[in-house]
C-alpha cells in the first residue's frame, strides 16, 4: 500500500522568506516521489520528481525538494519565496515495487505569499 | 507544443441528464488518469488506460460512471443520471513510460443543479 501525507492545508510566508512545504509517505519499496503545483482554475503543473540518486532534487522554478528515506518525508523548499509562488501544492507517491502505475495525491497545501 | 485538453472547459447540467467529457492526451503518451477534484479537495482517482491493456477502472465511484479510450488517444469520460454530487472538476492526464511524471489538462468543470 502507498499512502502520502501533507500536514499543513496551508502555509503563510512573507515574499523574500524561505519556504517549506510538507509532505510523508508511506510505501513498502522504495518510493517514486513528486511535487506538482495548481495555480487558480487550472490544471496540475509538474514541479519536480524524486526516482532515484541524489537526495536533493531540483525543479521548476527555482524549487526544490530532499528526499530523506529515515524520515519518509519529501519536503518542498524555496530560498526566496516570491507572491507569484502563491497556489496549490500537491505531494504525489508512487511505489513501482507493486507494479501500480497509479500514484496517490496529498490533500494538498495552500501556499500563500504575502508581500 | 501541444499540451493535454480537454473539453468542454465548464458543463452545466441538469440532475438526471448524462455527460460526456472529452481528454486529447499528449501525442505519444500511453497512460491517461481520470481525477476528480470536489472544491477544496485533493485528487480522487477515478480511471487508468495503458496502451491496449484493461483500464484500471478501481476508482469508480458507482456504475454511473465509465470512460472509454481508443488506443493510445483521445478518452471520454461518461457520467450517467447525474447527481448534485457529481459537481466537481474533472482532470485528465497523460505519461510516457519513459517519464513517470503525469501532464495534466486544464479539467472541465461539472456543475449539476
Known amino acids: 500500500a502507498q499512502s502520502v501525507a501533507q500536514p499543513e492545508d496551508q502555509v503563510n510566508v512573507a515574499e523574500g522568506n524561505p519556504l517549506t512545504v510538507k509532505c510523508t509517505y508511506s510505501v513498502s519499496g522504495n518510493p517514486y516521489l513528486f511535487w506538482y503545483v495548481q495555480y487558480p482554475n487550472r490544471g496540475l503543473q509538474f514541479l519536480l520528481k524524486?526516482?532515484?540518486?541524489?537526495?536533493l532534487v531540483k525543479g521548476s522554478y527555482g524549487f526544490e525538494a530532499e528526499f530523506n528515506k529515515s524520515q519518509t518525508s519529501f519536503h518542498l523548499k524555496k530560498p526566496s519565496a516570491l507572491v507569484s509562488d502563491s497556489a496549490l501544492y500537491f505531494c504525489a507517491v508512487r511505489d513501482p515495487t507493486g507494479g501500480s502505475y497509479i500514484p496517490t495525491f496529498g490533500r494538498g497545501t495552500s501556499l500563500i505569499v504575502h508581500p | 507544443g501541444a499540451g493535454v485538453s480537454q473539453s468542454p472547459s465548464n458543463k452545466v447540467t441538469e440532475k438526471g441528464k448524462d455527460v460526456e467529457l472529452r481528454c486529447d492526451p499528449i501525442?505519444?503518451?500511453?497512460?491517461l488518469y481520470w481525477y476528480r477534484q470536489r472544491l477544496g479537495q485533493g485528487l480522487e482517482f477515478l480511471i487508468y488506460?495503458?496502451?491496449?491493456?484493461?483500464?484500471?477502472k478501481s476508482g469508480l465511484p458507482s456504475d454511473r460512471f465509465s470512460a472509454e479510450r481508443t488506443g493510445e488517444s483521445v478518452s471520454t469520460l461518461t457520467i450517467q443520471r447525474t447527481q448534485q454530487e457529481d459537481s466537481a472538476v474533472y482532470l485528465c492526464?497523460?505519461?510516457?513510460?519513459?517519464?513517470?511524471?503525469?501532464?495534466f489538462g486544464p479539467g472541465t468543470r461539472l456543475t449539476v443543479l
Open positions: 492526464a497523460s505519461s510516457s513510460r519513459l517519464n513517470n511524471e503525469q501532464f
Open positions: 501525442s505519444g503518451h500511453t497512460a
Open positions: 488506460f495503458q496502451g491496449n491493456s484493461a483500464p484500471d
Open positions: 524524486y526516482i532515484t540518486g541524489d537526495n
